[in-house]
């Protein structure tokens, strides 16, 4: 590792969301971090699962919500909400919806190195 700075102003890459959204990744230190924008109407198994291959999201995260809204729903039907100012840990497993009319912003510091990588 070394000392650098980036910016979402200029990320690495920018992968699209089937029209609903992007991540902007930022390959920084030994680690990748992503801010993702789900748009209302985002949905993962509609949005990025024909980009994963898998029934339902294999990453895990660890995420602090800048805006917006969100659910996480679990394979096992375990079901979280959460919106601004939470920080978020989701294990692999699960699906996901943008909840209401805002984007949801997440900052993304795991589970973001090959999420919505075609």
């Given at each position: 590792m070394r000392l650098e700075k980036k910016s979402f102003s200029s990320p690495d890459e920018v992968r699209p969301m089937s029209g609903k959204g992007q991540v902007e990744i930022l390959n920084v230190g030994d680690g990748v971090v992503g801010k993702a924008t789900f748009e209302p109407g985002w949905r993962w198994s509609e949005h990025v699962k024909p980009l994963a291959g898998t029934d339902s999201c294999q990453a895990a995260?660890?995420?602090?919500?800048?805006?917006?809204?969100?659910?996480?729903?679990?394979?096992?039907?375990?079901?979280?909400?959460?919106?601004?100012?939470?920080?978020?840990?989701?294990?692999?497993?699960?699906?996901?919806?943008?909840?209401?009319?805002?984007?949801?912003?997440?900052?993304?510091?795991?589970?973001?190195?090959?999420?919505?990588?075609?």
């Open positions: 995260h660890v995420g602090y919500v800048l805006s917006g809204h969100q659910k996480v729903i679990m394979d096992d039907g375990t079901e979280l909400d959460f919106g601004p100012g939470d920080v978020v840990a989701i294990p692999p497993g699960h699906d996901g919806e943008v909840v209401g009319d805002e984007p949801c912003v997440v900052l993304d510091f795991a589970g973001m190195e090959h999420y919505a990588k075609g």
